[in-house]
């Protein structure tokens, strides 16, 4: 079985400071792991992707990500956070084999404070 | 080119009717999954199509069924509505290219907002 625990279901960051969104994961085998982002009232929005080429990923608006193997980790970071990056984020996880249904954690709720 | 896209954008409905929510998927996307989202949670699957065949199911009781038409699109029918199927329903689509779901990545459209009363 496969899951995605997001430590944190807030986090408040000011304008300019850097952002931690907190994954871990379970996986019996070699795992994707995706971050997504929901702003309000909309659909989801691909923000990175991990399929086993590197374990730093670059994703779209300055986010990255690193998978930590040996914690079973998948962090999202960004250096400086923006106003626009104020919405819901989602870790997900799908195995490298069988089905392909994403597992979605429950979310973090990213505010940007002025 | 256009994403995937969801129609209607909302509904409401009450107890015990039915409801069809239909997905286009993005031009050359042969795969199309369904997910639930209740308010305050992350989405769970629903079903997965590819080639008109249903390659996934979810945890989700028989009032629950979807199809894939020739031309990719698809349909999600939920018969016997409760109040606890109020929910955002998303569509996803992906190329389902290769053998390993790796090779794939699935894009959402804006999602179907359902309200039942």
């Known amino acids: 079985a496969q899951s995605v625990t997001q430590l944190d279901s807030h986090v408040s960051v000011s304008e300019g400071t850097p952002v931690l969104l907190r994954c871990n994961y379970s996986s019996s085998y070699s795992p994707s792991l995706f971050w997504y982002v929901q702003h309000p009232n909309k659909g989801l929005q691909l923000l990175l992707k991990y399929t086993s080429a590197a374990t730093l990923v670059k994703g779209i608006n300055g986010f990255e990500a690193e998978f930590k193997k040996s914690e079973t980790s998948f962090h999202l970071t960004k250096p400086s956070a923006h106003m626009s990056d104020a919405a819901e984020y989602f870790c997900?996880?799908?195995?490298?084999?069988?089905?392909?249904?994403?597992?979605f954690g429950s979310g973090t709720r990213l505010q940007v404070q002025p | 080119d256009a994403g995937v896209t969801q129609s209607p954008t909302h509904l409401i409905k009450t107890r015990g009717q039915h409801v069809t929510l239909r997905c286009s998927p993005i031009s050359g996307h042969k795969s199309v999954s369904w997910y639930q989202q209740v308010l305050g949670q992350g989405p769970q699957f629903i079903f997965q199509?590819?080639?008109?065949?249903?390659?996934g199911r979810g945890n989700f009781p028989d009032r629950f069924s979807a199809r894939q038409f020739p031309n990719y699109s698809s349909e999600l029918n939920v018969n016997a509505l409760l109040l606890g199927d109020s929910a955002l329903y998303l569509c996803a689509s992906s190329i389902y290219a290769g053998t390993l779901p790796t090779q794939e990545t699935q894009y959402f459209g804006p999602g179907t907002r359902l309200l039942v009363l």
């Open positions: 997900v996880v799908t195995m490298d084999t069988g089905r392909r249904a994403l597992t």
């Open positions: 199509y590819y080639e008109k065949e249903e390659r």
